[in-house]
């Protein structure tokens, strides 16, 4: 057998070829919407991709496998255990290729290898695992998608974001017996994961590639809640975030059959006058890949900061509107890559109007654009407009963050939760934000300044702030 796990930092998000290394025909399990990179991977390990598979409907990445079926001849293996996805029965399908949809037991081959559905609910309604047995071995792999993590489970809160999604009450009962249902699996099973430490699909997982059912057996709080006994939904709810408001959008699009990309759409270099034109208008978001200090010595209106870094995908994700233009600046060798983390996240390419280098940005009249501003400000100053209360004091970092301690008289949104629940931001006054380090407020006081706030962003975040014996609350 030949395994490669193909990995998106940006989204903690794990995709696995497997190939039969007599007939060099593959699998791909849950890709993402450009296919290329897949393809390539593929062509280098010597296989063929004859077949794509889905563990569920995703919710924080457009899926490959509508793209794969339009362009290639592959069979396209999707869940009947759930309510049947809107573009299965309109898809136009490449020569040769076709749709199968899977109920728990059925059998998946390809060339010697063969894999069998089991059915795992309670992370969405139609979540399906693909067991491998190795012929000759008695190791088994278990593809567990969202259902089973390393250190974690998938979390049932999401489940409703689906079009005939589960009510809580009943994801977190169809989890726990998904949980009960692998009890025959052997301890050494090796168990592949949809996902690593950082995504928000589920709580706290682990920072490893794989893990075994015998691990977590002994590590996993929501395994042993159920097999132990405990408070089973404690055990799998107790600390969750509220779900980022990008994933119903994306789940909507899965659903629909997103667009997927067999070659990556270029991305046009705009003139700075192009430029300077496009990031004076509100229809255009300009989404600014600099440094936070380069953004601040040049601060453009309608634009959002947001550095490419790890979480730049769902910090993007959950500040733009779904009609919005968007205008980039960003280095041109990191505009392919930029883009292909845009479309994962539900950005249709057409929304992409061109991009701009940061020199030609740092080179514009800034006293040209009418802006408001951002800045950075010390603990010291925070801790004065604190004691003046002139500012709305914005804690923009997790739940449990923010109940371990906070600013007196804080508000808490966190920050990616801001645009969806603006709203709630007292008008008329400053916004003083701030987080553990600074830089998740960064982006929150950036795009409340594209809103129309002044907004101030804490330097150095909370701790420096508590350091110095200010009073906190909890």
Same mark, same amino acid.
């Given at each position: 057998?030949i395994?490669?796990?193909?990995?998106d930092?940006?989204?903690a998000?794990?995709?696995?070829?497997?190939?039969?290394?007599?007939t060099?025909?593959?699998?791909?399990i849950?890709?993402? @919407?450009?296919?290329?990179?897949?393809?390539?991977?593929?062509?280098? +390990?010597?296989?063929?991709?004859? /077949?794509?598979?889905e563990?569920?409907?995703?919710?924080d990445?457009?899926? =490959?496998?509508p793209?794969?079926?339009?362009?290639h001849?592959?069979t396209?293996?999707?869940?009947?255990?759930?309510?049947a996805?809107?573009?299965?029965?309109?898809?136009?399908?490449?020569?040769?290729?076709?749709?199968? #949809?899977?109920h728990?037991?059925d #059998?998946?081959?390809?060339?010697?290898l063969?894999?069998?559905?089991r059915?795992?609910?309670g992370?969405?309604?139609?979540s399906? *695992?693909?067991?491998?047995t190795?012929p000759g071995?008695s190791?088994?792999?278990?593809?567990?998608?969202d259902?089973?993590?390393a250190?974690?489970?998938?979390?049932?809160d999401? =489940?409703?974001?689906?079009t +005939?999604?589960?009510?809580?009450?009943?994801?977190?009962?169809?989890?726990?017996?998904?949980?009960?249902?692998?009890?025959?699996?052997?301890?050494?099973?090796?168990?592949?994961?949809g996902?690593?430490?950082?995504?928000?699909?589920? &709580?706290?997982? *682990?920072?490893?590639?794989?893990?075994? !059912?015998?691990?977590?057996?002994v590590?996993?709080?929501?395994?042993?809640? $159920?097999v132990?006994?405990?408070?089973? &939904?404690?055990?799998?709810l107790?600390?969750a975030?509220?779900p980022p408001?990008?994933?119903a959008?994306? &789940?909507r699009?899965?659903?629909?059959?997103a667009?997927?990309?067999?070659?990556?759409?270029?991305?046009?270099?705009?003139?700075?006058?192009?430029?300077g034109?496009?990031? $004076? &208008?509100?229809?255009?978001?300009?989404i600014?890949?600099?440094a936070?200090?380069?953004?601040?010595?040049?601060?453009?209106?309608?634009?959002?900061?947001?550095?490419?870094?790890?979480?730049?995908?769902?910090?993007?994700?959950?500040?733009?509107?779904?009609?919005?233009?968007?205008?980039?600046?960003?280095d041109?060798?990191k505009?392919?890559?930029?883009?292909?983390v845009?479309?994962?996240v539900?950005v249709?390419?057409?929304?992409i109007?061109?991009?701009?280098?940061?020199? /030609?940005?740092?080179? #514009?009249?800034?006293?040209?654009?009418?802006? !408001?501003?951002v800045?950075?400000?010390?603990?010291?100053?925070?801790?004065?407009?604190?004691? $003046?209360?002139d500012?709305?004091?914005?804690?923009?970092?997790?739940c449990?963050?923010?109940?371990?301690g906070? #600013?007196?008289n804080?508000q808490?949104?966190?920050?990616?939760?801001l645009?969806?629940?603006l709203?709630?931001?007292? $008008? =008329?006054?400053?916004?003083? @934000?701030?987080c553990?380090?600074?830089?998740?407020?960064?982006?929150?006081?950036?795009?409340?300044a594209?809103?129309?706030?002044?907004?101030?962003?804490m330097?150095?975040?909370f701790?420096?702030?508590?350091?110095r014996?200010?009073r906190?609350?909890r």
């Amino acid at each position: 057998m030949i395994l490669r796990r193909i990995y998106d930092t940006t989204l903690a998000q794990a995709a696995y070829l497997v190939g039969c290394p007599s007939t060099r025909e593959a699998i791909l399990i849950d890709p993402a @919407c450009d296919i290329d990179r897949y393809l390539a991977s593929a062509e280098a +390990e010597g296989l063929r991709i004859t /077949a794509v598979a889905e563990t569920h409907v995703h919710a924080d990445f457009v899926s =490959g496998v509508p793209a794969f079926a339009a362009h290639h001849p592959v069979t396209a293996y999707l869940s009947a255990e759930g309510p049947a996805q809107e573009w299965v029965a309109r898809a136009t399908l490449a020569p040769g290729a076709r749709i199968a #949809l899977l109920h728990a037991g059925d #059998l998946v081959r390809v060339g010697t290898l063969e894999f069998r559905a089991r059915h795992t609910p309670g992370h969405t309604r139609e979540s399906l *695992c693909y067991e491998l047995t190795r012929p000759g071995s008695s190791t088994r792999l278990l593809f567990s998608g969202d259902f089973l993590f390393a250190g974690d489970v998938g979390r049932p809160d999401l =489940g409703a974001f689906a079009t +005939e999604g589960l009510s809580l009450a009943e994801a977190v009962d169809k989890l726990r017996a998904s949980l009960v249902s692998i009890e025959d699996l052997p301890s050494d099973t090796h168990v592949l994961p949809g996902h690593g430490a950082g995504s928000e699909c589920g &709580k706290a997982i *682990c920072n490893i590639p794989s893990t075994t !059912i015998g691990i977590e057996r002994v590590i996993n709080r929501a395994l042993k809640a $159920q097999v132990e006994g405990g408070d089973f &939904k404690d055990a799998v709810l107790a600390g969750a975030t509220e779900p980022p408001p990008y994933f119903a959008r994306v &789940k909507r699009l899965n659903e629909a059959g997103a667009r997927g990309f067999d070659a990556m759409p270029a991305v046009r270099a705009l003139t700075a006058a192009e430029f300077g034109e496009f990031c $004076q &208008k509100p229809e255009y978001t300009v989404i600014d890949t600099r440094a936070w200090n380069d953004y601040l010595d040049t601060r453009l209106p309608y634009s959002i900061s947001a550095p490419f870094e790890r979480s730049f995908g769902p910090t993007v994700a959950n500040y733009l509107e779904e009609d919005d233009r968007i205008v980039l600046i960003a280095d041109p060798a990191k505009v392919t890559d930029i883009t292909r983390v845009l479309l994962r996240v539900g950005v249709a390419p057409e929304s992409i109007v061109g991009f701009v280098e940061p020199r /030609a940005v740092s080179t #514009l009249a800034v006293g040209s654009f009418a802006t !408001i501003g951002v800045d950075d400000i010390s603990p010291v100053r925070a801790q004065e407009l604190v004691e $003046q209360g002139d500012v709305t004091v914005l804690d923009v970092r997790t739940c449990s963050e923010f109940a371990a301690g906070h #600013l007196p008289n804080a508000q808490h949104i966190p920050y990616t939760h801001l645009r969806a629940r603006l709203a709630e931001v007292a $008008q =008329g006054r400053p916004v003083l @934000c701030y987080c553990r380090s600074g830089n998740r407020s960064a982006r929150a006081a950036a795009f409340l300044a594209r809103s129309g706030f002044e907004a101030f962003n804490m330097r150095g975040g909370f701790w420096p702030y508590a350091g110095r014996g200010y009073r906190v609350e909890r």
